[in-house]
Nanobody
Framework: QVQLVESGGGLVQAGGSLRLSCAAS???????MGWYRQAPGNQRELVAS???????NYADSVKGRFTISRDNVKNTVYLQMNRLKPEDTAVYFC????????????WGQGTQVTVSS
């Protein structure tokens, strides 16, 4: 098992930036790490993910604005969010899983990001 703790959320004006961090309780080398978000009334959606080999996937809505990165020494994954828009407002969740036939997902408690217009 791995525990995930997010930080870095807050209130920011449109066009601003925030950096989210997700600290893991154990070594994340084998894990695919990702950020999801969920706005009120919406389903949770993938924002970005990064594999142990460094392959990255972004949602179309954040390409060119958000950057995901990982530090396997600090057991931390980051999401740098630039040029934020009001539609980015959501609770952001950190996710981790090990690719396997039977996948088990681990989630953080979430951090609120609010972008004012």
């Amino acid at each position: 098992q791995v525990q995930l703790v997010e930080s870095g959320g807050g209130l920011v004006q449109a066009g601003g930036s925030l950096r989210l961090s997700c600290a893991a309780s154990r070594n994340i080398f084998l894990y695919v790490m990702g950020w999801y978000r969920q706005a009120p009334g919406n389903q949770r959606e993938l924002v970005a993910s990064i594999t142990s080999g460094g392959s990255i996937n972004y949602a179309d809505s954040v390409k060119g604005r958000f950057t995901i990165s990982r530090d396997n020494v600090k057991n931390t994954v980051y999401l740098q969010m630039n040029r934020l828009k009001p539609e980015d407002t959501a609770v952001y969740f950190c996710n981790a899983y090990v690719p396997a036939i039977r996948r088990t997902d681990y989630w953080g408690q979430g951090t609120q990001v609010t972008v004012s217009s």
